[in-house]
Nanobody, 125 residues
Framework: QVQLVESGGGLVQPGGSLRLSCAASGFTLDYYTIGWFRQAPGKAREGVSFISTSDGTTYYADSVKGRFTISRDNAANTVYLQMNSLKPEDTGIYYC??????????????????WGRGTQVTVSS
């Protein structure tokens, strides 16, 4: 049974940093896309960043390019999202999700079959 568990969310001031983790179990990170969606209050869920577990290809939404970095540790079955220079508009629930390997180049929500429960990120002074 595939299971994804997020951790690392919290409250941070604008300009601060957080590191999210997504621990996967029930499958090995051989050829998948693992990544992060987020949902702000009153808004639709949006893709943030994704990584191919086979070759490390990454995808970033324009709104986070240069500030967020996604990485993976296949031996630990864990994907990380380092978030720097956080802004209030980064606030939301961040969900880890797993999809087929090819989806990293153009990730869309419908292609992701397994989801974590989410972790809250709040950027506020």
């Amino acid at each position: 049974q595939v299971q994804l568990v997020e951790s690392g969310g919290g409250l941070v001031q604008p300009g601060g940093s957080l590191r999210l983790s997504c621990a996967a179990s029930g499958f090995t990170l051989d050829y998948y896309t693992i990544g992060w969606f987020r949902q702000a209050p009153g808004k639709a869920r949006e893709g943030v960043s994704f990584i191919s577990t086979s070759d490390g290809t990454t995808y970033y939404a324009d709104s986070v390019k240069g500030r967020f970095t996604i990485s993976r540790d296949n031996a630990a079955n864990t994907v990380y999202l380092q978030m720097n220079s956080l802004k209030p508009e980064d606030t939301g629930i961040y969900y880890c999700a797993e999809g087929p390997g090819w989806t990293v180049v153009a990730p869309v929500e419908i292609d992701f079959g397994s989801w974590g429960r989410g972790t809250q990120v709040t950027v506020s002074s």
